[in-house]
Structure formats: structure tokens, C-alpha cells
Nanobody
Framework: QVQLVESGGGLVTAGGSLRLSCAAS????????MGWFRQAPGKEREFVAR????????DYVDSVKGRFTISRDNAKNTMYLQMNSLKPEDTAVYYC????????????????WGHGTQVTVSS
């Protein structure tokens, strides 16, 4: 079993920055692909970014490329999402998730989930 706890969400004005953290416990952290997802009110949960177990490979949804950076510190069992140049459309609950070998970026490909942290971007 893997436990995930997100933190770092909050209210920020457009153009601002936030850094989300996801603390993991329960298994060998470096063996797992980690991902960030988000869900806005009335919308389906969507992929935001993912990072390989070693941290050497990353992928992003087009809408956040150049603004968000995913990273991980395997010594601390923690993953991060640095979010810059935030826009009102980034408002959502942000979730971290993990799986040993997700076959896609769809949420259904990830087994373990945190409870989410709210990010609100005001205009």
C-alpha cells in the first residue's frame, strides 16, 4: 500500500506562483512513476504532469508546458509541482498519484491517489 499526502495549495492571483508537494510513504518511492492530475468543478479529472522513478523523464499536458515543472526528491520521498504564471483556468483540486508502470496518462492507469489540494487562481 502507498499513502500520498498533498500540500501547498491556496489562493493566488493570476500571474502568481505556487509549489505543490506530495509526500509518499509505504513503498520504495523510486520504483514508482508519479503524476499530478487536476479536477475543476464540473469537469473530469485530467492529467497535468508525470515523472519517472529516477526523475530523468517528464511529460506535461500542453496547457501547462513552460509554466509548470514537476520534480521529485527520492531521498525525501516527495514529489513537487512548481506552478508559475498561473491562470484562472488552472483553478482546480490537484491530486498526486502513483503507479509502478502506468500504461497511459489517463487517471485510470494510476493505482494510488492522495486526497487533493485546492488551487484557486483569481483574476
Amino acid at each position: 500500500q502507498v499513502q500520498l499526502v498533498e500540500s501547498g495549495g491556496g489562493l493566488v492571483t493570476a500571474g502568481g506562483s505556487l509549489r505543490l508537494s506530495c509526500a509518499a510513504s509505504g513503498r520504495t518511492f523510486s520504483n514508482y512513476v508519479m503524476g499530478w492530475f487536476r479536477q475543476a468543478p464540473g469537469k473530469e479529472r485530467e492529467f497535468v504532469a508525470r515523472i519517472s522513478g529516477s526523475g530523468s523523464s517528464t511529460d506535461y499536458v500542453d496547457s501547462v508546458k513552460g509554466r509548470f515543472t514537476i520534480s521529485r526528491d527520492n531521498a525525501k520521498n516527495t514529489m513537487y509541482l512548481q506552478m508559475n504564471s498561473l491562470k484562472p483556468e488552472d483553478t482546480a483540486v490537484y491530486y498526486c498519484a502513483t503507479d509502478r508502470a502506468p500504461i497511459s496518462d489517463h487517471p485510470s492507469a494510476f493505482t494510488y491517489w492522495g486526497h487533493g489540494t485546492q488551487v484557486t487562481v483569481s483574476s
